[in-house]
């Protein structure tokens, strides 16, 4: 899925907008999806919508909120190790070259290791975020959040996923894992934006939760964005 945003924002002084060019769910796939009425995606056509924008003179901000790397949350039978492994790398190389801001892992990034996550992280030149994932030993894995600076605004971008079996990670709970540091990114930025690989009942918990979350980008999520609210 790739979303283009626009955010209005009224600062002291001016009214700003900010251009998001976001993706989720890629799911290891590298071409346009395989549905014939309006194939979406691929990598190519994420880097000419970020290509347009810039030559327009607009600083994007380009995010991915989880389920990048692979199709599935384990790879078994049906799904080539090697090959997919290889996409993987391709997918992070790719994401280099046309630019990324923050990366938030999901449940299905996991699908060939914590150790290959980790390699990943060390080959890409863009930060992967979550405020939940950890390691055996309770430990986080990623940095919780970033703060990046785009026309003029600061922008707190957290990583976030609910809770997936995985014998290599513990998942914290995602409302306490937020709880713990939303506020401190609110105090640093003028917009806050969550990369949420979320189930439903999560969501349903951070919109009574009344968080200063300015901006929502799930992965997981089956529904097709929409402008408006209409689902």
Known sequence: MLLLIQIGFTGATESKKIRIVSTANVHGETDPCGWKKKPLGGLARKATVIDELRSEGFD???LDAGNLLFKKETLGPGTPTEIAKKTAEIIVTTFNEIGCHAFSPGSKDFAAGLAFVQDMQMRATFPFVSANIQDSNGSRIFDPYIVVETEGISVGIIGLASNFNHSEVY????M????EVVNEVDAQADVVILL???EETDVTQLHDSGYPID???RSKAKLQSGDGGNK
């Open 60 to 62: 994007v901000l380009i």
């Open 171 to 174: 998942v914290q709970n995602p």
């Open 176 to 179: 306490e894992a937020l709880a």
């Open 196 to 198: 949420f690989d979320s």
């Open 215 to 217: 901006l929502v980008i």
